[in-house]
């Protein structure tokens, strides 16, 4: 099993930027990708973005530059910069992993949530 848990998020000023944090512990050998994924309100979850074991990232479209994944497998750790935020990245932010390869990002690949963390942004 892999827990995650999620912080980092909050309440910032369109434009503002927050940093979110995923802490990873359990059986994380067996990990490959890890990303963040975003549910707001009425909608359905979507990736932000997702990083493999070895760091190749990939972004959702709305991204556009404004946020960067990283990883640092030493401390079973996955972060999401987010800078440029406006109103619309309001959402619950979710962290998530699987042991699954060739499955790419989609959240279906997924095996393990963390239970998510809150990113309001205010006009």
């Known amino acids: 099993q892999v827990q995650l848990v999620e912080s980092g998020g909050g309440l910032v000023q369109a434009g503002g930027s927050l940093r979110l944090s995923c802490a990873a512990s359990?059986?994380?050998?067996?990990?490959?990708?890890m990303g963040w994924y975003r549910q707001a309100p009425g909608k359905q979850r979507e990736l932000v973005a997702g990083?493999?074991?070895?760091?190749?990232?990939a972004y959702g479209d709305f991204v556009r530059g404004r946020f960067t994944i990283s990883r640092d497998n030493a401390k079973n750790t996955v972060y999401l910069q987010m800078n440029s935020l406006k109103p619309e990245d309001t959402a619950v932010y979710y962290c998530?992993?699987?042991?699954?390869?060739?499955?790419?990002?989609?959240?279906?690949?997924?095996?393990?949530w963390g239970k998510g963390t809150l990113v309001t942004v205010s006009s």
């Open positions: 990083i493999t074991s070895v760091g190749s990232a």
């Open positions: 998530a992993a699987t042991r699954a390869l060739g499955l790419g990002f989609t959240p279906r690949a997924m095996e393990y």
């Open positions: 359990g059986r994380m050998f067996s990990i490959n990708n």
